[in-house]
């Protein structure tokens, strides 16, 4: 087992495209309960985009700390966190290569001892985002967003 570092590309890019496509995949990226805090607190748009990157930052922190634990012999590293000029559309995600991007990065959140830096409630985030893109793939183009 093996544990790979990706790119704060990767992840910047994937917070860009969660925050500025269509509203079902903007909906299967934050769950319900949130969702309602925010609109219970009479929240903004901006909101939603911040909840959408704070969670793709957390999960590009666990992906490094999973690596260092990995392969880090010292008990020193820095860890990255994404900025708001990493925030940006430099790769062109589809469903297909956001779903396959998520399961590799799911895998690549444990260390090789097995152990998880996420916690499970972005853990069953991420799941639902899979398997709402799964759903989107499976229906192909003809999905109207009805969940």
């Known amino acids: 087992m093996s544990v790979i570092l990706y790119e704060k590309e990767n992840f910047g890019s994937m917070a860009y495209h969660l925050t500025h496509t269509t509203q079902d995949l903007r909906d299967l990226a934050i769950p319900y309960h949130e969702k309602l805090e925010l609109q ?4 903004k748009p901006q909101d939603e985009d911040n909840n959408i990157i704070c969670w793709v930052d957390r999960l590009f922190i666990a992906n490094q700390l999973a690596f260092h634990q990995t ?3 010292t008990n020193k590293f820095e860890i990255e966190t994404l900025d708001d000029k990493d925030i940006r559309p430099t790769l062109n995600w589809d469903n297909k ?3 396959d991007w998520l399961n590799r990065l799911d895998y690549n959140l444990y260390s090789n001892g097995g152990r998880s830096f996420i916690s499970e409630d972005d853990h069953k985030r991420l ?3 899979t398997s709402g893109l799964a759903r989107r793939i499976i229906e192909g ?4 967003g009805s969940f």
């Open 97 to 99: 290569k956001l779903y």
């Open 40 to 43: 219970r607190f009479k929240c």
């Open 141 to 144: 183009p003809s999905h109207c």
């Open 71 to 73: 392969y880090t012999r």
């Open 127 to 129: 799941k639902n985002l």
